[in-house]
C-alpha cells in the first residue's frame, strides 16, 4: 500500500503563487508515475501535471508556462510550484501516484485563488 498526503493548499489572489506538496510513503519502490489532478463540485477530476520517475513531464493545456511539476526521491515528495494563479484555478487539487496496475490518491488539498 501507498499513502500520500498533500499539504501546501490555501487563499492566494489572483496572480500570486502556492506551493503543493505530496509526501509517499509505504510501498513507494511501486510508483512509476505521479501527478497532481484537480476537481471542482459537479466536475471531472482532471489531470494538472504528471511526472515520471524518469523525471519526464506533462502539464494540462491550461497551466503550461505557470505550474511546474517536480520530485524530490530522496524525500518520496513531489512538488507543485503554482505561479500566476488565476481564480479558475480554484479546486481541490489531489496527488495520484500509479505503478503495477495501481492507483493511489491522496485525501486532496483545496486551492482558493480569490479575484
Known amino acids: 500500500q501507498v499513502q500520500l498526503v498533500e499539504s501546501g493548499g490555501g487563499l492566494v489572489q489572483a496572480g500570486g503563487s502556492l506551493r503543493l506538496s505530496c509526501a509517499a510513503s509505504g510501498s513507494i519502490f511501486s510508483i512509476n508515475a505521479m501527478g497532481w489532478y484537480r476537481q471542482a463540485p459537479g466536475q471531472q477530476r482532471e489531470l494538472v501535471a504528471a511526472i515520471t520517475s524518469g523525471g519526464s513531464t506533462n502539464y494540462a493545456d491550461s497551466v503550461k508556462g505557470r505550474f511546474t511539476i517536480s520530485r524530490d526521491n530522496a524525500k518520496n515528495t513531489v512538488y507543485l510550484e503554482m505561479n500566476s494563479l488565476k481564480p479558475e484555478d480554484t479546486d481541490v487539487y489531489y496527488c495520484?501516484?500509479?505503478?503495477?496496475?495501481?492507483?493511489?490518491w491522496g485525501k486532496g488539498t483545496l486551492v482558493t485563488v480569490s479575484s
Open positions: 495520484n501516484g500509479e505503478g503495477n496496475g495501481m492507483d493511489y
